[in-house]
């Protein structure tokens, strides 16, 4: 296969390419990566983090061998935007689902939506929907929903960040939030606006960023059809928690053979420079073991 002008490939021929996407609404996270793949010509495709068909804004997508870097990427400090309209409820608990008046809505002053928004902001104890994608008992929780099933669901510990409530008209509100991964924004709209004795759906969302990445850096599908995008460095979407390291012996690396290093962490990712080789793991001391290549 011809090689595509602006991306990245290692020294066997394998495409190396991340790019930063502005999903559309209407589509699945899987049918955004998927049409990233065939735009462009690569076998593998894959995101860090799902959005809601309905949905739109920052996703990271990892094409070919770099989609090798998944688990270890970035997955916290997630920015939204959402719209929500208080009066109403619904079984997705979003304008997407059944929806039905709920109690008449009273307005709130900022004094109140201030009070409420601490109340809500640190960590926090979250039941996750019915209608998302996690599982229990090995099957998603859509798709019992689906059929009418609702099952007990233990409540998760997740972080909020950052979080602004604001009025915008009438009944309807903006939320923007920093949340940590596994959050459901409708879910917490749902949660702040009960507490002040409300009703709620969330009405539109945006991810607008995802730890050092923001919205505006972000390409859309023609532009990546016009070649107008640039790749991004795979160093910058890994997680913090593990530390990056270059090595000085990138053919021991490549080979998987154990390593010494001076490292505090029990997992670090070696690189040389600039390719992400390797993910090694401590066994004794200061020898490190290949735990999986990279590249």
């Not at 099957?139 to 998760?156: F, I, Q």
């Not at 532009?223 to 460095?233: P, S």
């Not at 990138?250 to 040389?272: C, E, K, W």
């Not at 420079?273 to 590249?295: I, Q, S, T, W």
Request: with cysteine.
């Amino acid at each position: 296969m011809d090689k595509i002008p602006g991306l990245q490939y290692n020294r066997t021929g394998v495409m190396n390419g991340i790019v930063l996407l502005n999903k559309p609404e209407e589509m699945t996270s899987f049918s955004a990566a998927a049409k990233c793949r065939r735009i462009l010509g690569e076998k593998k495709a894959g995101h860090t983090g799902t959005l809601d068909p309905n949905a739109t804004g920052l996703m990271i997508i990892l094409l070919g061998h770099s989609t090798k870097l998944l688990p270890y990427c970035i997955a916290d400090h997630k920015r939204y935007t959402a719209e929500f309209r208080m009066g109403l409820v619904s079984d997705t608990e979003d304008i997407w689902g059944n929806v039905q008046s709920g109690r008449n809505p009273r307005f709130h002053d900022e004094a109140e939506l201030q009070k409420n928004v601490r109340a809500f902001t640190g960590d926090l104890m979250q039941v996750p929907p019915m209608y998302s994608a996690k599982k229990q008992n090995g099957r998603k929780l859509y798709e019992l929903a689906r059929k009418g099933m609702e099952v007990e669901r233990k409540a998760v510990p997740v972080t909020v960040e950052e979080l602004s409530v604001v009025h915008l008209a009438d009944d309807l509100y903006r939320m923007q939030a920093t949340v940590s991964s596994g959050t459901y924004i409708r879910t917490l709209i749902t949660d702040f606006c009960q507490a002040l004795g409300e009703d709620a759906v969330m009405t539109k969302l945006c991810r607008t960023g995802i730890g050092p990445f923001d919205l505006s850096e972000a390409y859309t599908f023609e532009d990546l059809q016009n070649g107008k995008y640039t790749l991004t460095d795979p160093v910058r979407v890994i997680n913090p928690k593990y530390p990056v390291l270059e090595t000085d012996d990138p053919q021991a690396v490549r080979n998987g053979r154990p390593v010494f290093l001076d490292s505090r962490q029990d997992i670090v990712l070696l690189t040389y420079k600039g390719d992400v080789l390797a993910a090694y793991e401590r066994r004794e001391e200061n020898r490190f073991h290949c735990l999986r290549g990279l590249y």
